[in-house]
């Protein structure tokens, strides 16, 4: 089994700022890249940032400048570091880890449960 577990979100005024986390666990045998994403009620899930086991980042153009993302390899655990926040930036942060299992030995993609980030006006 593995589990994705978030923490972090909460209400912040605009121009605050949050710091999500996700922590992988159970039978890992390499994560090869984890990433957040966001969902608003009637659109679709977008990617907001993701990272590589190397360090290489890739981020939506409407959070660069403002979002960081970094992941601690030995703690299987990626942060985004939100700053600037803007009331548009107010949805469901879900946690998502591209990874192979120790067994069976299968690479697939896992989810978190999600968690919430509202900013106000």
């Known amino acids: 089994q593995v589990r994705l577990v978030e923490s972090g979100g909460g209400l912040v005024q605009a121009g605050g700022s949050l710091r999500l986390s996700c922590a992988a666990s159970?039978?890992?045998?390499?994560?090869?890249?984890m990433g957040w994403y966001r969902q608003t009620p009637g659109k679709q899930r977008e990617l907001v940032a993701a990272?590589?086991?190397?360090?290489?980042?890739n981020y939506a153009d409407s959070v660069k400048g403002r979002f960081t993302i970094s992941r601690d390899n030995a703690k299987n655990t990626a942060y985004l570091q939100m700053n600037s926040l803007k009331p548009e930036d107010t949805a469901v942060y879900y946690c998502?880890?591209?990874?192979?299992?120790?067994?069976?030995?299968?690479?697939?993609?896992?989810w978190g449960q999600g968690t919430q980030v509202t900013v106000s006006s």
């Open positions: 159970g039978s890992i045998f390499r994560i090869h890249a």
């Open positions: 990272i590589t086991s190397a360090a290489n980042t």
């Open positions: 998502n880890a591209d990874l192979t299992r120790t067994w069976p030995a299968v690479r697939n993609d896992y």
